[in-house]
């Protein structure tokens, strides 16, 4: 509301009563106008009241919020939501049993964590919204630091839904020679490169994370609102832009075991060359994203 002046109001809710006086101080020491703090557990409110733009940050895991986020999405035509995750152990592999549980996905916890977290999440998300005859559409998706964001656009349709459930898929992943596609249920589950047997993860989401035309008009307010951290959001919708394109994540130290590990910027650059796309990732400084395969990555680099 301080920061934009097309919001009308804001409710601020969360079960934790002392949570809520902390929020209450914020707002009066801010000098805040049309925000109310609500100490509630967020699904009663979500079931109870019509919101323009909802958004999902607990303590952990968001997936028991889902639901009741559907329900309100039910009241909409269209709209927005954001989601943001902690539970990145359980996100990104090292606890699959609990990614079982909350997500409905066997995660692969090898070189694709943090982005294979994130289509876990949007798998999940998409799901759930489905079962009410709404489509989702992830238009900014983040893994930074301790957490994971995702903003989504909805829309009530089920044809489009359906079309999103079918970009909704498994990956086979050989840990052999580390090639990697997405497969429907009744695929072969052998790896044609080399013939191994592949281990078999998901359900993700196998489509883009992010909207290129979202990232533009984010940047476009970032750059006129001087954020004190405005470089480093930037840089980061940048390398974003840059990625957004369909293709796999790559571990160059994997791809490249027991050979000469090359820069990133000369895979890249062979890519490229090569006449595949390529970029860097916010996920780490050595992950790839490229519509090659594994081996035709050894390739270029080879060249």
């Known amino acids: 509301i301080m920061e934009n002046d097309l919001v009308e109001s804001a409710d601020a809710v969360d ?3 002392r949570a809520c006086e902390i929020a209450h101080e914020n707002i009066v020491l801010n000098n805040a106008k ?7 557990d967020i699904r009663h409110v979500l079931l109870d009241r019509n919101y323009d733009l909802v958004e999902i940050d607990p303590f952990g895991t968001p997936a028991p919020y889902i639901w009741a986020l559907s329900e309100s999405c039910m009241r909409r035509r269209t709209g927005h939501f954001s989601i943001t995750a902690t539970d990145t152990a359980v996100l990104c592999g090292a606890e699959q049993k609990a990614c079982r549980r909350g997500y409905g996905s066997a995660p692969l916890h090898d070189e694709i964590v943090h982005e294979g977290a994130l289509r876990i999440l949007a798998a999940h998300v ?12 992830p238009v900014l998706s983040l893994s930074h630091r301790h957490y994971l964001k995702m903003f989504f656009r909805f829309e009530r349709s089920a044809s489009k839904a359906d079309r999103n459930l079918n970009g909704i898929m498994h990956m086979g992943y050989c840990r052999k020679c580390r090639h990697r596609i997405y497969m429907r249920t009744g ?3 052998v790896c044609e490169v080399c013939g191994s047997e592949f281990t078999m993860a998901g359900p993700f989401w196998s489509g883009l994370l992010d909207d290129a035309g979202i990232i ?3 940047s476009e307010e970032i750059a006129g609102r001087g954020y004190k951290n405005s470089d480093e959001e930037m840089k980061i919708l940048a390398q974003l832009e840059k990625q957004n394109f369909e293709g796999m994540c790559y571990d160059l130290h994997k791809v490249f075991a ?5 820069k990133t910027c000369h895979a890249i650059g062979a890519l490229s060359e090569s006449g595949f796309s390529a970029s860097e990732t916010i996920y780490k400084k050595w992950i790839i994203r490229t519509d090659a395969a594994v081996q035709e990555i050894r390739d270029a680099v080879k060249k």
């Open 15 to 17: 079960i934790s009563a």
């Open 187 to 189: 695929d072969s589950g």
């Open 216 to 218: 533009g008009k984010v």
């Open 258 to 262: 027991g050979m000469p590990i090359p």
């Open 34 to 40: 049309g925000i109310s703090v609500i100490n509630a």
């Open 126 to 137: 998409q799901r759930v919204l489905a079962q009410n005859n709404i489509a989702v559409f």
